[in-house]
Every structure is written in structure tokens, then in C-alpha cells.
């Protein structure tokens, strides 16, 4: 069973920064996995989850508009956890982010991690 396990969020106020971290480990079907992609997703209250940032096992990157300049995503293989560096936080960006893994053993799998709440303070 593979777990994602989240951490990092907390409360900071508006231009603050955090370091969100997700890592994925167990096995699928008893096999050993890999990263193929992992996107940190966010949703506030009241709306839709959206895609916040994409980072494949290559380190290629994609970001929203929204988040672009102050949001960086990294991954380290090795460790299957991935990293959203958040800085110039603003209080639009309070939601719970998620962590979402596309993993490979022989085929694709995909898992979600249970959210971290991130609240930021004017």
C-alpha cells in the first residue's frame, strides 16, 4: 500500500514563506515503485480543487499563473518526496494543498495525499 504523507503548513503571515514536503512510501502489489509525475494541488473553502504545480522525475516544471515567481516545486528521487517552496505568501493562497502522485509499477497508479492546511494572515 502506498501512503503519501504531507507536511510542512501551518499559519504565516501575508509575505511570509513555507516549505511543504510530500513523500511517498510502501509498495504497490508488493513491487517497488517510481515517480513518474507529482503535482501539489490546493483548494480553499467554498471552491474547486486547481493545480497549483507539476514536476515530473526529470525535474521538468510547469506552475499556474497564480503562483509563478513565488511558488518553486522540486523533487528528489531518491527520497520519492517532492517540495513546494512558497514565499511572498498572500492570504488568497490560505487552502489545504494536497500532494498528487503518479507512480509507476508496470503501469500508472495514482494516490492523493491527505492535506495540509496552509493559512496565510493579513
Known amino acids: 500500500q502506498v501512503q503519501l504523507v504531507e507536511s510542512g503548513g501551518g499559519l504565516v503571515q501575508a509575505g511570509g514563506s513555507l516549505r511543504l514536503s510530500c513523500a511517498a512510501s510502501?509498495?504497490?502489489?508488493?513491487?517497488?515503485?517510481?515517480?513518474?509525475?507529482m503535482d501539489w494541488y490546493r483548494q480553499a473553502p467554498g471552491k474547486q480543487r486547481e493545480l497549483v504545480a507539476h514536476?515530473?522525475?526529470?525535474?521538468?516544471?510547469n506552475y499556474a499563473d497564480f503562483v509563478k515567481g513565488r511558488f518553486t516545486i522540486s523533487i528528489d528521487n531518491a527520497k520519492n518526496t517532492v517540495y513546494l517552496q512558497m514565499n511572498s505568501l498572500k492570504p488568497e493562497d490560505t487552502a489545504v494543498y494536497y500532494c498528487?502522485?503518479?507512480?509507476?509499477?508496470?503501469?500508472?497508479?495514482?494516490?492523493w495525499g491527505q492535506g495540509t492546511q496552509v493559512t496565510v494572515s493579513s
Open positions: 514536476i515530473t522525475s526529470g525535474g521538468r516544471t
Open positions: 510502501g509498495s504497490i502489489s508488493g513491487s517497488i515503485f517510481s515517480i513518474n509525475v
Open positions: 498528487n502522485a503518479f507512480l509507476v509499477a508496470g503501469t500508472l497508479y495514482n494516490y
